[in-house]
């Protein structure tokens, strides 16, 4: 059974670095085409994609945010790690990873953990 | 980045109706395209992938057609459980881009 635990701070100020794990289980980060993404969604707002790693280290950001996210994994703890630098108030969403297969799709979600930006 | 636009971002349905969700890329993306159901409060759920293939359990009422830059997702028979916002994904090219989603709403 494969599943997703996202994990961090509830609530972070501004300027301060988030940093989120994502801890997966019923299967490893090592298997060939699969990976980790990170998806965050603002309050009624839509997906944005963040950032993902596949288990040949190959990793991959969002345009816009590229200069503030680390992505990094610790195969042995089936751990991924997403730091982003710099929050701000518009950075409050739900942070969600998930299962990245072959065709770049994100077939199993993580329930997802809302991080709020305030002062 | 690859822009994907989703139209309409909403509708009204009732129960029974046919219902279909365009989604658009500002290039071509040949069938690398994902679609999700989000109901509120909840993750997404991975519908159908390559434009056309329908992830294992998602109910055959669901469909997706497609290719390039133009594609739908088609639900035959709405049921009470659709009743969700869904949202179309490109995966030809990183960065990854979602659409800006289509809520399905009860008539």
């Known amino acids: 059974q494969v599943t997703l635990k996202e994990s961090g701070p509830v609530l972070v100020k501004p300027t301060e670095t988030l940093t989120l794990t994502c801890t997966v289980s019923?299967?490893?980060?090592?298997?060939?085409?699969?990976?980790v993404s990170w998806i965050r969604q603002p309050p009624g707002k839509a997906l944005e994609w963040l950032a993902h790693i596949f288990s040949n280290d190959e990793k991959s950001f969002s345009t816009s945010l590229k200069s503030r996210l680390t992505i990094s994994k610790d195969t042995s703890k089936s751990q991924v790690v997403l730091t982003m630098t710099n929050m701000d108030p518009v950075d409050t969403a739900t942070y969600y990873c998930?299962?990245?297969?072959?065709?770049?799709?994100?077939?199993?979600w993580g329930h997802g953990t809302l991080v709020t930006v305030s002062s | 980045d690859i822009q994907m636009t989703q139209s309409p971002s909403s509708l009204s349905a009732s129960v029974g109706d046919r219902v279909t969700i365009t989604c658009r890329a500002s290039?071509?993306?040949?069938?690398?395209l994902n679609w999700y159901q989000q109901k509120p409060g909840k993750a997404p759920k991975f519908l159908i992938y390559a434009a056309s293939s329908l992830q294992s359990g998602v109910p055959s009422r669901f469909s997706g057609s497609g290719s390039g830059t133009d594609f739908t997702l088609t639900i035959s028979s709405l049921q009470p459980e659709d009743f969700a916002t869904y949202y179309c994904?490109?995966?030809?090219?990183?960065?990854?881009?979602f659409g800006g989603g289509t809520k399905v709403e009860i008539k």
């Open positions: 019923g299967f490893s980060l090592s298997n060939t085409r699969m990976g």
């Open positions: 998930a299962r990245i297969i072959g065709v770049a799709a994100a077939d199993y």
């Open positions: 994904q490109q995966s030809y090219s990183t960065p990854l881009t």
């Open positions: 290039q071509s993306i040949r069938n690398y």
